[in-house]
């Protein structure tokens, strides 16, 4: 399997780590929305957030904050994004799970802009309904 991300887990690519423990680590983005971006992941592959095995959730959650504190403390960025892509259409580009922790400044310019839909009073009630349906 061709992985950028377990290449860098067994250390047959480069990165600037941050964190590493037996079942995660974390590193540097390359091509960072603000300097600081860093990558969090579980060291076994898995693609996407529904394939990683459930118990191992609080752990890389956990080591997410973790690592979102030492990001927070030490570049005394005013806030961050916690962002999972999930599936092409949601923007994900590495198919090895990963949560990006990427450090926000009063000073900088992103916006997400979103066209946001409005529900009309049936359709959130259905919409709840279906969903609720399938926890
Ligand atoms: P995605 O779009 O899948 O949510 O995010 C993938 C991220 O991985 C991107 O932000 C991209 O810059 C980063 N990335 C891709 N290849 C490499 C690499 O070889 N090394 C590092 N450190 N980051 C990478
Ligand atoms: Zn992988």
Redesign the pocket.
Known sequence: MDC?FCK?VERQ?P?EIIYEDDAVIA?????PMNFGHT?VIPKCHCENFLELPNNSIPNIFGIAQKVAFAVQDSLQCSGFNLVV?NGKDA????FHF?V?IIPRFSTDSFRFDLNFKRYNPEEIIEIGKKIRNHI
């Open positions: 950028i860098i690519a990165a590193f540097l983005d390359t091509r990558l892509n923007g994900q580009s590495v990963h990006h």
